[in-house]
T-cell receptor
């Protein structure tokens, strides 16, 4: 089944404790992206990657890191999480075929930083 | 990036067509209109996209006005499972695949 998977789905952590949220897709998509969703602010893009070893900042990259060593994986790293990073996170992927960026989203990771 | 304006909420009777409007009066000639929906707090789901012509797929139809300043998403026979927040997005593909989600329309399909 074609899908984007994220782990963990739920995470409660403390300020400053490094964490990684994994994202994997089995559709051979070139493009992958991370979003966060907050009440009243909607979905905002954190980082994106056009292909392996190519990443770029989205609208809200501060406090996050990403890497794209393999085509299927795009982990999101929070080196020193803070309470303002409490949010619902989504990973997405798509082919890059001309202007068609039909993005497939993962199920989401709900992160709470205390 | 062009901004979109959508009604905050709409109701629709089950089995009837749901017509969701979107204004994008500042859209540029090479910006696409995309529609996604989000059911509760699940990941957004792609529905349809278009540039100039009307489009139809198994989920919905997209009607874009000739001046491209507005569009309408049509769910031909709404079901209770279509209750969701629907996002209209204009998207410039050469800006890194960025999707800028607005507040969307909360569609409630009622029995």
């Amino acid at each position: 089944e074609a899908q984007v998977t994220q782990n963990p789905r739920y995470l409660i952590t403390v300020t400053g404790k490094k964490l990684t949220v994994t994202c994997s897709q089995n559709m051979n998509h070139e493009y992958m992206s991370w979003y966060r969703q907050d009440p009243g602010l909607g979905l905002r893009q954190i980082y994106y990657s056009m292909n392996v070893e190519v990443t770029d900042k989205g609208d809200v990259p501060e406090g996050y890191k990403v890497s794209r060593k393999e085509k299927r994986n795009f982990p999101l790293i929070l080196e020193s999480p803070s309470p303002n990073q409490t949010s619902l996170y989504f990973c997405a992927s798509s082919f890059r075929t001309g202007a068609a960026y039909e993005q497939y989203f993962g199920p989401g990771t709900r992160l709470t930083v205390t | 990036d062009a901004k979109t304006t959508q009604p905050t909420s709409m109701d629709c009777a089950e089995g009837r067509a749901a017509n969701l409007p979107c204004n994008h009066s500042t859209i540029s000639g090479n910006e696409y209109v995309y529609w996604y929906r989000q059911i509760h707090s699940q990941g957004p789901q792609y529905i349809i996209h278009g540039l100039k012509n009307n489009e139809t797929n198994e989920m919905a139809s997209l009607i874009i006005t000739e001046d491209r300043k507005s569009s309408t998403l049509i769910l031909p026979h709404a079901t209770l499972r279509d209750t969701a927040v629907y996002y209209c997005i204009v998207f410039l593909y050469n800006q890194g695949g960025k999707l800028i989600f607005g507040q969307g329309t909360e569609l409630s399909v009622k029995p």
